[in-house]
């Protein structure tokens, strides 16, 4: 089993930044492919962001690249999503996320057995 805890929403006004972090636990050697998810209200669960656990290799949604950035701490066995540029479309509830592999399958919520609690990030016009 694994075990994951966001950390770090909250509210921010446009344009302003957070970082989401992902603390893992558990059989975690187990893990290659860790995730961010969000869901809005109303809304089903899209992909953001993934990276590769032991080789670092990421993936992006479009709705957010050049703004958010996936990484890893392997020392501390947490992944984090630095979010800038926040916009009021950014609102929702985010997840991480982490599976087995890292294969073609990573954007899909699916895909993945392990996640967190989910964490709320409002952003305010």
């Known amino acids: 089993q694994v075990q994951l805890v966001e950390s770090g929403g909250g509210l921010v006004q446009a344009g302003g930044s957070l970082r989401l972090s992902c603390a893992a636990s558990g059989n975690i050697f187990s893990i290659n492919a860790m995730g961010w998810f969000r869901q809005a209200p109303g809304k089903e669960r899209e992909f953001v962001a993934a990276?590769?656990?032991?080789?670092?290799?990421?993936d992006h949604a479009d709705s957010v690249k050049g703004r958010f950035t996936i990484s890893r701490d392997n020392a501390k066995n947490t992944f984090y999503l630095q979010m800038n540029g926040l916009k009021p479309e950014d609102t929702a509830v985010y997840y991480c996320?982490?599976?087995?592999?890292?294969?073609?399958?990573?954007?899909?919520?699916?895909?993945?057995?392990?996640w967190g609690q989910g964490t709320q990030v409002t952003v305010s016009s």
């Open positions: 990276i590769s656990w032991s080789g670092g290799t990421s």
């Open positions: 996320a982490g599976n087995y592999i890292w294969s073609s399958g990573r954007k899909d919520p699916g895909a993945y057995k392990y």
